[in-house]
Each structure stands twice: as structure tokens, then as C-alpha cells.
């Protein structure tokens, strides 16, 4: 794929893989979607993105697209919440805590203020109070939850 064609960037260390050539040519797909108004195939696109992360456990990638994905302009609130939901079924699958604290401080930054994503926002800080709890730190546990 030729350099301007490649919407994802990669690190000075990383080569690009089938991996990162498929997830670059489903952006090239998210965009067309996208200034089409399609929101259905905007919601499967986000959401195929995200589950290649998952399943290529590139978590940290994951991460960066979830917040790149939500703040595309004219991005549809039903792309948006379909992959966030997605992601949420992820959060008991992380394979150590600091990948399930990342997630989750990754989701609640992706639906802070959005009206449309509500539930998952408090979803998210519920799991992020818990974990608060668990490290005895109850009160930032008790102001997250103040927060909603």
C-alpha cells in the first residue's frame, strides 16, 4: 500500500502486517461510510476495527482507535455506541489489570459528555469505582460515582 494511502500510523520500531494493512483499509472504508452517512456499515466497520485489536491483542492500539473512532466528526452515535458496547464485553477478557484499567479509562474518556452513550459511561465507572475499592482507595471510589 502506497504511503499516502495509509491512514493508521505505526511507530519508528513497528512494520507494517496483514494485521495493520486490514485495519488501515477498514479506515479508508470508515471514512467512505462515514461522509456517506451510512451508519449502518459505519457501526460494522467500527466495530470489525476493534475486534482485530482484540483478537490481534493489540490492546494499546485498541485503545488509541476507540478514542480516534469517537471523535471523527459526523461519526453516527449508533457506530459510537455499538463499539463501545463491544468493547465493555471486553473488560472481563483483559489479560492483566493494568489492560483492564487502560480499557476502562480509555471508555469513560470516549463517552464523557455524550448523552447517546450514558448507560456505558456509567457502566464503566461502576467497574472503575470497584477497582478503586479493591485498592482501598474509597474515595476516589466514591467521587466517581458522585460524578454520575
Known amino acids: 500500500m502506497a504511503e ?4 493508521i ?12 494493512e486490514e485495519v488501515n483499509g477498514l479506515f479508508h472504508d470508515e471514512k467512505k461510510s462515514r461522509h456517506d452517512n451510512d451508519a449502518n456499515s459505519s457501526t460494522d466497520i467500527l466495530k470489525r476495527i476493534i475486534q482485530l485489536c482484540f483478537d490481534n491483542k493489540d490492546l494499546k492500539r485498541m485503545n488509541q482507535f476507540i478514542i480516534k473512532l469517537t471523535k471523527f466528526r459526523g ?15 471486553y473488560l472481563d477478557q483483559m489479560p492483566d489489570r493494568q489492560a483492564k484499567t ?3 479509562d480509555t471508555l469513560r474518556t470516549a463517552t464523557a459528555g455524550k ?7 456509567a457502566k464503566c465507572t461502576r467497574v472503575f469505582s470497584e477497582m ?6 474509597i474515595k476516589d471510589a466514591a467521587d ?3 460524578e454520575v
Open 4 to 7: 499516502k494511502d495509509r491512514i
Open 75 to 89: 461519526q453516527a452515535k449508533k457506530a459510537i455506541s455499538e463499539m463501545v458496547k463491544l468493547a465493555i464485553t
Open 132 to 137: 478503586k475499592e479493591e485498592d482501598g482507595n
Open 144 to 146: 466517581a460515582l458522585l
Open 9 to 20: 500510523e505505526l511507530g519508528e520500531e513497528e512494520m507494517w502486517t496483514p494485521f495493520h
Open 115 to 121: 448523552l447517546f452513550v450514558e448507560g456505558e459511561y
Open 102 to 104: 487502560d480499557l476502562v
